[in-house]
């Protein structure tokens, strides 16, 4: 076999085993409705970018049980979709083709769960980054949820539209400022805000958990006596941000109060015994967090 037919195998491969996954996560009865995470494919984040405080020995010696591997994360993306009677919501819009090679597959899993961007009746988001907010728009650089109302935080469409905040920016991260700021302005017609505490769609219940970007947003869904958090990257990795939550992250753009945060947020999930669905756990991403000493272990569910 050439270097171009094993090329093309290991794509074929690739995408066979990509349909796979799409297909098998089966959607959760939620009330009247259902959710389900569709993948939007993974992300390569450098271990010095997302553990700058940490040193390679205190990695190693939290990665090493779980056998991780410590140059990088590659964490998943799963876009939370719920579907209520009258209403097919997303929770987040992915990465879109301009981020990282390996993200962008949202269609593919709103294909493979049978909808069309069409069918969308709002996207409600947890941030500005890119693997959350670049997919919402299609290749032309006009909006892809043509029909659907777009639930932005206040605190986020604020920050990423502030005239300072690009000049205030880390030169690395400036792109991520310009590519917030050209997708808010093309979804500006269709863009309606969240505040804290706002039950911004029946049983979505807006939770403020600040630290990750200035107005980051979770969600609890609710559903009779059942509920959910869409926890968005407020918890972010299920080894470090559950057995080290206190640990500085710099994917948190105030790391300090991200882990503030992350510690409230996890005690508020364990002591109720609250499922999430985390934007980056591992996929479905759908879990809990039980106490283990002083921190919590991520238990699948
Ligand atoms: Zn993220």
Known sequence: MDRRSFLAGSAAMASTLWAMRAARAAPLTFGSGSIESISDGTLTLPIGFVL??????????????????TDALRPDCNVTLLRLPDRTVLFDAGSGANFQPTAGKL????EAAGLTPADITDVVFTHGHPDH???????FGDPLFTSARH?????????????????NTPEERKSFVAGAQTRLDAIADQVEM??????VLPGVEAV?????????????LHAGSESLLVTGDAISNSVISFERPDWHSGTDQDPVLGAKTRMALLDRIAS?????????LP????????RKGTAYRFVPA
């Open 52 to 69: 700058p405080g940490q040193s390679p020995e205190e990695i190693s010696d939290l990665f090493q049980p779980h056998g991780l591997a």
């Open 107 to 110: 269609l593919e899993g709103l």
């Open 133 to 139: 907010l670049w997919g919402v728009l299609d290749d």
């Open 151 to 167: 639930w932005v935080p206040q605190g986020e469409w604020d920050y990423w539209r502030a005239e300072d905040t690009l000049a």
């Open 194 to 199: 969240v505040t804290a505490g706002m039950e």
């Open 208 to 220: 403020s958990t600040l630290g990750h970007t200035p107005g980051h947003m979770s969600y609890m």
């Open 272 to 280: 109720e015994r609250t499922r999430i669905l985390g934007y980056h």
């Open 283 to 290: 996929h479905p991403g759908l879990g809990m967090a039980e």
